[in-house]
């Protein structure tokens, strides 16, 4: 049986970015392609790999022209580790699609006015910007097309990170631009440690081996953690690689180590063990002071997260005398920051252990006016709740990418807060949400800020106002049902 040939289309404009690193397009007769490797202006002939229903899936065939916006990119491993996606793109160009991505959520999805959308903010360091880094050790090796010519056998120990659709199999990174010094020779050290002392690294395909996994921080302060992740316990070898990384790492603050035999990475369910120094590292967002433990949340662009607090406060426009309730607070990064300027913050998140962090960095930085709850947001907000704490003048809400949960929306609609200032790392989900808010809130503002330069995603911050004329009614009906 002859194999169905696939279709070319050709001379497609590469008009935006879109998820996962891809662009989108469009053919002559208007439907939509997203298109792989290829950047905004690109005219390209596409080989459709998928053809669904109202667009297509596909790869560059032929390129008829490049785009003016397009660079080299700086870091030797891109296009093969799947990070940092467009480094071959100018960044103000970056800028300007990220923009239009907000804008069209705000369109196509939420369908409603909103009052100003703002300049995105810049992110003020484009290279060694994370916090945040974590890899995988593997006995294989992942291959580029010339190694796979040149005969190179994909059997060796290394430490970097998966490859994307080919999770057996590591790419070996040499200089990652993702995280300050020293990321790089820590990394790379510790793996020739594993290699001298001939301990054996993960194959994930037998589920064998000894070193699984690496994550670290290192914060502004100088301050360094190390997660180290052992597929399995030998104590020896376990105690003997530990010591060797200090030894040569002595400026390292916290050293933490954990045994995973699970089918996945994810730690955070495991018991953690501290090895040496402190159980935490230090952190700040302006002159909030933060402990970070090997199992907390943190923001992981430091300097960003600042730009993007610092709008939540500007359009929170506090006065001292507010009420404020902080949803999806985490570790209460937000409300620690903001606690200042205002009477109280009542923060909640359902993960324990980052309200646990948020009540012990409360009382490190002196606030006696917070107060945290463990639980998820749907059911712990309720009339109930509201009579307990009194009626938020200001509701933050910082949700994951899925959004807030309808119920939690219908709670806000009956809540009635004057001011909402919605945080968000989806503007698809929050354009939904303003949406089902749009009933009884205005959108007033919405501020794109860039968080993860070279890559798709986009933070924004939005400042919602109770339309006039809709309180008083509704109100009554809360305290009415918290009687119940």
């Not at 970070?292 to 359009?315: M, R, Y």
């Not at 059911?379 to 910082?398: A, E, R, W």
Request: aromatic content about 10%.
């Amino acid at each position: 049986m002859r194999k169905k040939t696939k279709a070319i289309v050709q001379k497609v404009k590469i008009t935006g970015m879109a998820d996962r690193g891809r662009s989108v397009g469009r053919a002559e007769n208007g439907q939509v392609i997203f298109v792989e490797n290829v950047v905004p202006g690109d005219v390209v002939d596409v080989l459709v790999l998928k053809d669904r229903k109202g667009f297509k899936e596909g790869i560059a065939n032929h390129f008829h022209s490049y785009s003016e916006d397009r660079q080299q990119a700086f870091c030797q491993h891109f296009g093969v580790c799947g990070g940092c996606k467009w480094q071959n793109l100018a960044y103000q160009t970056q800028l300007k699609h990220k923009e239009i991505v907000v804008s069209d959520a705000m369109k196509r999805i939420g369908k409603v006015q909103i009052g100003e959308i703002l300049p995105i903010v810049p992110a003020i360091e484009t290279e060694y910007y994370r916090n945040k880094l974590e890899f995988t050790f593997s006995n294989k090796k992942w291959l580029t097309k010339d190694e796979i010519a040149r005969g190179v056998l994909n059997y060796k120990n290394v430490l970097g990170f998966h490859r994307p659709r080919a999770f057996d199999k590591i790419v070996e990174i040499n200089h990652c631009y993702l995280q300050p010094e020293p990321s790089n020779e820590l990394r790379n050290t510790i793996r020739d440690i594993g290699i001298e002392m001939d301990l054996d690294f993960l194959d994930l395909n037998a589920k064998d081996g000894f070193l699984r996994h690496l994550l670290l921080r290192i914060t502004s302060l100088g301050q360094i953690m190390l997660i180290v992740s052992f597929f399995k316990e030998d104590k020896v070898k376990r105690i003997a690689f530990l010591d060797e990384i200090l030894k040569r790492f002595p400026q390292i603050t916290s050293l933490h180590y954990c045994i995973n035999s699970k089918e996945n990475d994810f730690i955070l369910d495991l018991d953690i063990f501290n090895y040496y120094g402190k159980g935490f590292v230090e952190e700040s967002l302006g002159d909030v002071k933060f402990r970070i433990g090997p199992k907390s949340f943190f923001q992981t662009n430091t300097k960003q997260a600042v730009c993007l607090f610092d709008k939540v406060v500007e359009f929170a426009d506090l006065t001292g005398n507010e009420n404020v309730y902080d949803l999806y607070t985490g570790i209460g990064s937000i409300a620690l920051y903001i606690a200042k300027y205002c009477r109280q913050v009542v923060g909640i998140e359902e993960v324990d252990s980052a309200i646990e962090d948020a009540k012990e960095n409360s009382k490190l930085n002196g606030f006696d006016n917070t107060v945290f709850y463990t639980g998820d947001v749907r059911n712990i907000l309720t009339p109930k709740f509201s009579k307990k704490h009194g009626k938020p003048d200001l509701v933050i809400t910082d949700p994951p990418r899925a959004g807030m949960h309808a119920d939690v929306v219908k709670l806000l609609l009956l809540l009635e807060a004057p001011k909402i200032v919605y945080v968000s790392c989806n503007p698809a989900t929050q354009a939904r949400d303003f949406n089902l808010l749009s009933d009884k809130y205005e959108i007033v503002k919405l501020q794109p800020v860039d968080m993860f330069p070279h890559t798709h995603h986009v933070e924004t911050v939005a400042l919602l106002q109770l339309k006039p004329k809709k309180g008083v009614e509704n109100w009554l009906n809360w305290l009415e049902l918290s009687k119940k």
